[in-house]
């Protein structure tokens, strides 16, 4: 059975960071695309970042320069360090796993983790 758990997220105030983690099991994700998508209150799912097998790295606008995604295949994990907080990166937090290509589109990614609440106070 596959598995994607994530971290526990948090409140933290803005300007300030925070670690997520998606540990996989189940299957090994050394060769899929893996993301992190979120989802604000009456908002749609964004991608966020993205990683690919070769460590290519993609990022929405809203987050160059302060979010960096990475990935340990040894450990079957994927990481998002989030820097310099801002009240609007307030949502919840997915990550998720697909074969071949990043997509932007939710519905394409068939592995998902439970989503972790991260909230930024202004």
């Known amino acids: 059975q596959v598995q994607l758990v994530e971290s526990r997220g948090g409140l933290v105030q803005a300007g300030g960071s925070l670690r997520l983690s998606c540990a996989a099991s189940?299957?090994?994700?050394?060769?899929?695309?893996r993301v992190w998508f979120r989802q604000a209150p009456g908002k749609e799912r964004e991608l966020v970042a993205a990683?690919?097998?070769?460590?290519?790295?993609n990022y929405a606008d809203s987050v160059k320069g302060r979010f960096t995604i990475s990935r340990d295949n040894a450990k079957n994990t994927v990481y998002l360090q989030m820097n310099s907080l801002k009240p609007e990166d307030t949502a919840v937090y997915y990550c998720?796993?697909?074969?071949?290509?990043?997509?932007?589109?939710?519905?394409?990614?068939?592995?998902w983790g439970q989503g972790t609440q991260v909230t930024v106070s202004s």
């Open positions: 990683i690919t097998r070769g460590d290519t790295t």
């Open positions: 998720a796993a697909r074969f071949l290509a990043i997509s932007g589109a939710a519905n394409e990614y068939p592995y």
């Open positions: 189940g299957q090994t994700f050394g060769t899929y695309v």
